[in-house]
């Protein structure tokens, strides 16, 4: 394919390309997944059967079950936590400062090579 003044344009597959996100289990392996921008994390990782993100609420922010770690490096792409999530992450185990919910974070093309480490429990609340 050629644009009009007859370079060449690159087709669909390349210029729409998916941001690659990377879940690291707590024994360190990994998998890689190509995402497309507007999923969230949680959706992503049940689509790729990802171990570790149970997900039981299904994205409504009731549960913990999709607790996740993102380097603070990436905090100001996905965006800060809203106080429903952070009020719900009291609940989920082994917080930190890169604590969040994969089904409150939703992807975006700056997430390219984004690292998602999943913690080696997840705590279930009733479901």
Request: proline share 4%.
């Amino acid at each position: 394919m050629s644009t009009a003044d007859g370079g060449a344009r690159p087709s669909a597959a390349i210029a729409h390309r998916l941001p690659n996100i990377t879940y690291v289990q707590a024994d360190g392996a990994a998998q890689s997944v190509a995402v497309r921008a507007g999923m969230s994390l949680m959706e992503a990782a049940l689509r790729y059967d990802v171990p570790g993100i149970e997900a039981k609420c299904r994205g409504n922010c009731a549960c913990v079950t999709c607790h996740v770690h993102i380097d603070a490096a990436w905090q100001s792409i996905v965006g800060a936590p809203g106080a429903m999530e952070v009020s719900m992450l009291d609940f989920a185990e082994d917080v930190d400062a890169r604590s969040r919910l994969a089904c409150q974070v939703r992807v975006n093309e700056a997430c390219e090579g984004m690292v998602v480490d999943v913690p080696q429990a997840q705590r279930i609340l009733g479901f």
